[in-house]
């Protein structure tokens, strides 16, 4: 196959691969409306329909809207700018409620402006622009709450065709993941013993109790115990096990699951070596020159734990799921 060939052969595949991640972007990756705490606290920042979003929202107590629109949190500056009608390059608004913990306060990376455009080529063509989960979704989805919440640090914006070159040298690291913690890239079959067991022995009940010996039928009643939690064997825990097809036994086992839980198994600096490797691997491989402000490598993969506890509010509209 000549270059040209390749070449064509590459932009189909990227073809198909742009079709199968979906239409292109026209909204912003990064939104960089900020949030204040009702102290002046800057907890987040966030796209423009979020910020909305507490602007039409009330508190069902007080009537009260759960934000306000400010031009700036010192208050001479806010009342300056109003006199003269100056108005901030973002929108800017302050909570009337006391929320649930202080977001990403003192948190020099979240609460930093970041740029629309790829961290590899500096490209700011939206439409070109994709989402990239430095750290594969498909590891991600499996791990705890507390490293999933604390997502955002590793998702940058990226153009297409440079994301799909990465994914190419992903893929390679995936296959070596695969050999070190025994995980099929397509999965594999996991079988449940003790509910294959339970359904055997129930059946075996069933269909010939009365000729199995007092020794073995207490043996499978301790497997039915075994699985159920149950001290007693009784006639409606048999015919359940009895309806319950052996499929149900076994189930696929995704190859992004196998590896996290075998992860997992070494605690929160395993977990810290396992991220930190694919940032390294990204660097390594795309050598981005427009990464955002603060991004580090060795950033910890956990989030920190809320700074105070939740005051109740409740809201008139559907609730917004923070981030």
């Known amino acids: ?21 979906g239409s292109l972007r026209t909204n912003k990756i990064y939104g960089n409306c900020k949030v204040y705490s009702p102290s002046g606290n800057l907890m987040f920042l966030c796209v423009e329909k979020k910020a909305k979003w507490y602007l039409d929202r009330f508190d069902k107590n007080t009537g009260e ?25 973002e929108l800017k608004i302050q909570l009337n409620f006391e929320p649930k913990d202080e977001g990403n306060r003192g948190d020099k990376y979240s609460l930093s402006k970041k740029e629309n455009r790829c961290v590899v080529t500096g490209k700011r063509v939206l439409k070109n622009l994709t989402t990239h989960h430095i750290t594969p979704h498909e590891y991600r989805k499996y791990m705890s709450e507390k490293y999933k919440s604390a ?14 070159e990465y994914e190419l040298e992903a893929d390679k690291l995936k296959l070596k993941l695969a050999k070190k913690y025994n995980a099929p ?3 594999q079959k996991e079988v449940n013993h003790l509910l294959f067991y339970a359904i055997k022995s129930a059946n075996a009940i069933k269909n010939h109790g009365d000729k199995i010996p007092e020794k073995n039928l207490e043996l499978h009643k301790e497997k039915i115990r075994a699985y159920s939690g ?5 006639q409606k825990l048999i015919d359940k096990l009895i309806n319950t097809d052996f499929e149900e036994a076994s189930r696929m086992k995704s190859h992004g699951e196998i590896v996290v839980e075998k992860v997992m198994l070494g605690g929160d600096e395993a977990m810290q070596e396992f991220v930190e490797m694919w940032r390294k691997h990204f660097i390594k491989h795309m050598k981005p020159k427009y990464m955002p402000k603060y991004w580090d490598i060795k950033r910890p ?18 609730h917004w799921p923070f981030c």
């Open 65 to 89: 809207p759960l934000a306000v629109k400010i031009r700036n949190i010192n208050p001479i500056i806010n009342s300056l700018m109003t006199l003269f009608g100056i108005y901030p390059k």
């Open 185 to 187: 890239i397509n999965g």
């Open 230 to 234: 149950q001290k007693r064997v009784t």
């Open 151 to 164: 997502n955002s640090h590793d998702v940058v914006a990226i153009v297409n065709d440079k994301h799909y």
């Open 301 to 318: 993969a956990k989030r920190p734990v809320p700074k105070k506890d939740s005051e109740e509010i409740r809201v008139i509209g559907s």
């Open 1 to 21: 196959m000549n270059k040209k060939n390749r070449r064509n052969n590459k932009k189909g595949d990227l073809k198909n691969w742009l079709i199968s991640k």
